[in-house]
């Protein structure tokens, strides 16, 4: 992973002094509430229902095992003993006091990492693919053009006040695993005929309200003009994105209003005098340079696979465990393995400080000392050796970290809701764990094939109900919590938003709405189809006779 | 009163004053005129009167309806209706980079502290702070990073460039 030098180190250094000045004057009154709002949310920090919640970077997804100790300590030291990772690969933290985040942001810096743009209508931490750099399917490995972006875009002097927030996500493989499709700027690596490297360019993608599908308006980018061309973009956006109404501020508003050729013209006119600038041209040492940090670990040549054969005849639950929470590596020996932070129980991305140290010793033990967030909300453990998975099963077994659930239905994702929102309409956390009862049946769960269920507690959909197959969205019903689901969304490539079911269901409902929706899906489904498939061929109208046929 | 800070100083005695909307136009003294004014002058008259001349607009502008009055302007004050409003930073990008706007840069409205370096780094040189600021707080601003990923003003080449070309040297 990209490794800090001095520079790096004393950019946060000076961020964290800066902001403990900045606290200093709010706390004096020099600073008035409006003043502080967005320097805070810049640095992360939010002022939630209960307490500050303070949201620390994760550059797209990837973290060492002692920045993991130091999440840990954290969460013991300023919060109540865990975290919560999130939906762009970030972790939360729900309780720190206002006057100890300077502290928190300094113990941070300490291991190379912070808080910089997770909030504010700034650009945030760029997400990527969870399985870069081992997939199997892939062009070329992401992440060091997802660290040059985040050089780039660090403490930006021209958009750093921009319309809304602005999120990138960068993928390398042939199967979109990043949602480069909902997001503000979605790029996707690919070689041209002459096998040049270069991006595809999405704009305008995004979820909250107006859920939207991104645009491409540049098939081919050469990557050495990926600066500029972001630049570009940028100011278009900055420039021309409304202000007047925060809910129609994001770009893909603007790219709708001007229209997606108008949009794209406006920004190559403003390429045509940033394109050739020295500073924003990528030369292929700098590329090179950044791609040093990325390079894979050293792993055994071959690896016996006798001793994963006799543990999968041996013992079911591990091959249930195998088969289910880890996957294909590129290199023939090794697997990624997931870390399902999704056990019955417990809410969704949740993780305690016990359990985070222990995944860091296993992570030096067995992975080279990396970790990763998928945006499902789960660690990985990205290169293990097949003759050692059943030793790390046990290990994640004893934490209660091997629930063999990943991809499967209660595999949500979810955000915090109104245990923790200020912003919530409804509960989600507890709607999960419902369902999670509901459906304690791992064999059916199995049967049933990849599913994806997400969950947002308001319209602003943090949790991604719309790109999910069967979404849950929290409303608010005459102050009672009710629920709309929505069926066929999808953020891979077949990307689209979910259509809206019907009328919400009250909360006692959700778990019994699901499992009709569930049983209906199992009676149409041809073979071994899965929901998806089965929901483009048949449509909405038979989940929603069934549902609202056993509700009224 | 408002301060004023050029070049990282505090400015006591500022030659430049804003002409008001109905205010009539002074024969003499360096004047800052809102847009829509200064075509109207610049319409009426060909006698710029003895002092020098500065431009007041908005963040919203496109830099190209300006671009033709540059060459006449010691002056750009860009007015920032809300510290929030980033506009006004994209447009002095514009105005230096892709202009070649050499002359001062000033950023007015509601501007504080904590945009100052912000401000300097796309181009502004001079600011005047809101009413009640206290400017030797202020210029603190300036001093709490030592560098950034992006190039500054002066330099060649941003930091990841920079330190890629050192080590491949
Ligand atoms: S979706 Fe709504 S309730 Fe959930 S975290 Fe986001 S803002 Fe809060």
Partial sequence: MYDYDSHDRRLVNERVAQFRDQTRRYLAGELSEDEFRPLRLMNGLYIQRHAPMLRVSIPYGLLSSSQLRMLASI???????????????????????????????????????????????????????????????EIEDPR?????????????????YLPRKFKIAVSGARRDRAATQVHDIGLQLVRNEQGELGMQVLVGGGLGRTPIIGEVIRDFLPVRHLLSYLEAILRVYNLLGRRDNKYKA??????????????????????????????????????EHMKRFFRPATRAETVNSAPLDAALAADPGFARWYRHNTVEHRQPGYRAVFVSLKAPGVPPGDMTAEQMEHVADLSDAYSGGELRVSHTQNLLLADVRTDHLERLWRELRASGLATPNIGTLTDMICCPGL???????????????????????????????ELRVNMSGCMNACGHHHMAHIGILGVDKKGQEFYQLTLGGSSANDAAVGDRLGPAVPKQDVSAAMRTLIETFVELREGEEGFLDTYRRVGLEPFKERLYATTD | MQQLIRNRELVEADRWRLVADEESLPGTGDLILPL?????????????????????????????????LLPELDLVAIRFPSFADGRGYSLARQLRLNHRYTGELRAVGNVLRDQLAYMERVGFDSYLLEEGRDPRDALQAFREFSGYYQNAPLEQLPRIQRRARRKAA
């Fill in chain 1, 144 to 160: 060091p053009y997802c660290e040059l972006i985040r050089q780039w875009a660090t403490l930006h002097p021209e958009f750093s």
């Fill in chain 2, 36 to 68: 829509d004014r200064y075509l109207e002058e610049r319409a009426a008259s060909d006698d710029r009167g003895s002092g020098r001349r500065g431009l007041l607009v908005d963040g919203t502008v496109p830099a190209e309806d300006i671009a033709p």
């Fill in chain 1, 250 to 287: 994001r770009i893909k508003i603007l790219v709708r209003a001007m229209g997606k050729e108008q949009f794209a013209a406006r920004v190559e006119r403003e390429w045509s005098s940033l394109r050739d600038r020295p500073e924003l041209t990528l030369a292929q040492d700098d590329i």
């Fill in chain 1, 75 to 137: 969460a013991r030291r300023y919060d109540r003993g865990y975290g919560h990772f999130t939906t762009r690969q970030n972790i939360q933290f729900n309780w720190p006091a206002l006057e100890r985040v300077p502290d928190i942001l300094a113990d941070l810096a300490q291991v190379d990492m912070h808080a910089m743009q997770t909030s504010g209508n700034c650009i945030r931490n760029v997400t990527s693919d969870h399985l870069a750099g081992i997939a199997p399917d």
């Fill in chain 1, 419 to 449: 245990d923790f929102c200020a912003l919530a309409n409804a509960g989600s956390i507890d709607v999960a764990q419902a369902i999670n009862q509901e459906f304690d049946d791992l064999d059916y769960l199995y049967d049933l094939g």
